[in-house]
């Protein structure tokens, strides 16, 4: 293989009718497919997995709107590279005519639906693909906001990070948040089949639970499988992962690896190795509010009402992380895993609201007991709002869940 474009490039779809997947956005009446369909100008964010297809989808769509295409990625890109891009060339004006509000920064997405397409002329309008768009900072993010509000940039953000903690609100509030998900088993395998190469069912099957719903992973393996042996089958792709070509990166199969050895060490409660794990990241460039991010979640999780002051210690590392940044904030990590790996575990309440969402969903919308209720009304009490009922029990749980246990 002497093509030096990566196989992922090559293969990449140019079309709805070519994509795979997200069905719940670009199916039949989905509002992407609306939007690409009918050219609706608009900013947008699409957050999801590793591999879900998002700067396929921003390419279609700015294909669709007969755009100006720029991709930067947030981690080297600057306020530099997006004044280039603003500056050069012709930018799209905010429209005067009937369709001007779809230029405006807030408008409700039924807008577009609703209303006859924009009909452009003049200038291309500029999309701005802007990869890891949760690793612009504030002032980053405040200078973008100007050419999104006024029109001049029409923004597509991508980002596996959930964006309401990581986009500044005054421009998320101007964007339309689309996520993505997994591929599933069967549409992996789709993809597979596109990329030319012959895989059998033992190796088609071992990629795909390999990758873990993202394709860009399992085509980038079959892609180093091929350079290596020429034959992509079973044996030669566990080969290839073990070989340089699959070294950790933050959108890799040891990304997944090492953050769950990470998150198993600090649950068996074993400082050293949750130490090393935390080392191994923060040596390969992994985002430290990523980290520190399931140090939280892991503090109610896996410790919860056992040591419940571990969440404190866990939300304040974060919040020193996200102050004080790379490289001293190592120190704050280090200091909160040694308090996670040591602290004392309990699951209760894991296990239980797992246990009381299941209710909550087979169950329904239940009566809650009288004595519960509120009665801000005359009327209300009469009906015996906020009045113990004699028949029913000391559990206050709705009748038909009565006796049950979520905390064993």
């Known amino acids: 293989m002497k093509k030096t474009e990566p196989l992922a490039s090559r293969i990449r779809p140019a079309s709805l009718e070519e994509y795979v997947g997200q069905r719940h956005l670009v199916g039949d009446g989905k509002p992407l497919r609306v939007a690409i369909e009918n050219g609706h100008i608009f900013s947008f964010i699409l957050w999801g997995p590793p591999g879900t297809g998002k700067t396929t989808l921003a390419r279609i769509y700015a294909n669709a709107i007969n755009a100006e295409f720029h991709e930067l990625s947030a981690v080297s890109a600057g306020k530099e590279d997006i004044r280039r891009i603003v500056e050069v060339g012709n930018s799209m004006e905010p429209s005067k005519g009937k369709h001007s509000h779809l230029q405006q920064a807030g408008f409700e997405f039924d807008d577009l ?6 009909d452009v002329k003049g200038p291309k309008p500029k999309v701005l693909f802007l990869d890891e768009i949760h690793r612009f ?19 597509i953000g991508a980002t596996t990070e959930n964006p309401s903690f990581e986009v500044i609100p005054a ?3 101007r964007l339309r948040v689309f ?5 599933s088993d069967e549409e992996m395998m789709e993809i597979i089949s596109r990329t030319g190469f012959f895989l059998d069912d033992k190796a088609s099957s071992w990629l795909v639970e390999m990758a873990n719903g993202d394709a860009r992973q399992a085509i980038t393996m079959i892609e180093n499988t091929a350079r290596l042996y020429e034959v992509v089958s079973l044996e030669n792709l566990k080969e290839t992962l073990q070989s340089k070509f699959l070294r950790y990166d933050k ?23 949750a130490m090393y794990y935390l080392a191994r990241m923060l040596e390969a460039g992994e985002d430290p509010k990523f980290i520190a991010r399931r140090m939280v979640i892991f503090a109610s999780e896996d410790i919860g009402l056992a040591q419940p002051t571990a969440l404190v210690v866990a939300n304040a ?7 004080i940044g790379m490289p001293e904030c190592v120190h704050n990590l280090a200091h909160g895993v040694a308090y996670l790996a040591n602290a004392p575990k309990d699951r209760s309440s894991t296990s239980a609201i797992g246990k009381a969402i299941e209710d ?10 009288m004595e519960l209720r509120n009665a801000p009304t005359k009327f209300m009490e009469e009906l015996g709002y906020g009045k113990k009922d004699e028949n029913a029990t000391d559990d206050l749980l709705p009748k038909k869940l009565s006796g049950r246990k979520y905390f064993e």
Do not use: C, T
């Open 113 to 118: 639906v609703n209303n006859e397409p924009p």
């Open 251 to 273: 959108k890799g199969e040891e990304h997944y690896n090492v953050i769950s050895a990470f998150i198993k060490s600090m649950r068996a409660s074993k400082p050293d190795a």
């Open 317 to 323: 590392v974060f919040e020193a992380v996200r102050s």
């Open 360 to 369: 909550a969903k087979r169950s329904g919308n239940l009566p809650v007991p």
């Open 179 to 183: 996520i993505l998900e997994e591929f």
């Open 171 to 173: 421009l998320l509030s």
């Open 137 to 155: 900072n504030k002032a980053q993010q405040d200078y973008l906001l100007p050419f999104v509000e006024s029109g001049r940039l029409v923004l």
